[in-house]
């Protein structure tokens, strides 16, 4: 599967931004879709993750209760709504796919990446 990030982006404290990672390829409601993000000096982590069906999500504690994820299997496409952003937000964020049933937060149990895209958000 191809995975295609986009709607990153500078954006004051507080504001919001709405990052979509298109899908192409395999059956996308076969995976399992989670979004990690990387700041610079810092290693890859977790930020969120959504069942095949959508029944199901996991938010990182730094991120929940601001950051949203959602997917339309319809569109191929997941969501992560990222509002009252902080300076400490500030990573290349990555959608990934994991062919498996279980949501998970470890980077490697994931299959396929994107290539990621900018999140600035300025004090």
């Known amino acids: 599967v191809q995975l295609q990030a986009s709607g990153g982006g500078l954006v004051q404290a507080g504001g919001s931004l709405r990052l979509s990672c298109a899908a192409s390829?395999?059956?996308?409601?076969?995976?399992?879709m989670g979004w990690f993000r990387q700041a610079p000096g810092k290693e890859r982590e977790f930020v969120a993750a959504?069942?095949?069906?959508?029944?199901?999500?996991d938010i990182a504690a730094s991120v929940k209760g601001r950051f949203t994820i959602s997917r339309d299997n319809a569109k191929i496409t997941v969501n992560l709504r990222m509002n009252s952003l902080k300076p400490e937000d500030t990573a290349v964020y990555y959608c990934?796919?994991?062919?498996?049933?279980?949501?998970?937060?470890?980077?490697?149990?994931?299959?396929?990446w994107g290539q990621g895209t900018l999140v600035t958000v300025s004090s």
């Open positions: 990934a796919a994991d062919f498996g049933s279980t949501i998970k937060s470890d980077p490697p149990s994931y299959d396929y």
């Open positions: 390829g395999r059956t996308f409601s076969g995976y399992t």
């Open positions: 959504i069942s095949r069906l959508g029944f199901n999500t």
